[in-house]
């Protein structure tokens, strides 16, 4: 457990910088977290996009040098391991109220903290997107989900 909470803090101490880091050369920090791999190695991966979505693998690696010498030169990092800085992929979650404009007219599946009336999962064409909440589609009915109340969202691939 406290181990779990080292790399908590870890996290919020790494994600400001990686954040500051990508908006001023032109991305977007995704996601980041810790995991074992297979060989038991300890990873961090941040998943890292271009605003307007779509990374090339050139500037993935180019990404990992930076970033990995940002993480270096923070002096939070006080054991071995691996830095992986990869694309979100097509199937991209969506976090934020920029990510959700993106995909206006498109159908995304939401998976919710507590259920909204009845259910915890919709498969919906969102709508419109605000500051605090996402409108979706369901059939002929328009329903509003609050932002924090989304455990995890992505986009439909058809």
Request: a positive charge; glycine letters at 6%.
């Amino acid at each position: 457990m406290a181990k779990l909470m080292y790399k908590q803090d870890i996290l919020l101490k790494i994600r400001p910088l990686f954040e500051a880091y990508l908006k001023k050369s032109g991305y977007v920090l995704v996601d980041l977290r810790f995991f074992q791999d297979s060989q038991h190695q300890l990873v961090l991966e941040a998943l890292a996009d271009r605003a307007e979505g779509g990374i090339t693998l050139d500037e993935c690696m180019r990404l990992n040098r930076e970033l990995g010498s940002l993480a270096e030169n923070s002096g939070e990092l006080q054991e071995r391991y691996l830095l992986d800085i990869s694309s979100p992929g097509i199937d991209r979650p969506l976090t934020t109220p920029a990510d959700f404009r993106r995909y206006i007219g498109r159908q995304a599946r939401f998976f919710l903290k507590e259920p909204l009336e009845g259910k915890i999962e919709y498969c919906a064409r969102i709508v419109s997107v605000d500051e605090k909440q996402v409108e979706i589609n369901i059939g002929k009915k328009t329903i509003q989900i609050q932002l924090d109340k989304i455990n995890k969202a992505k986009q439909v691939i058809p």
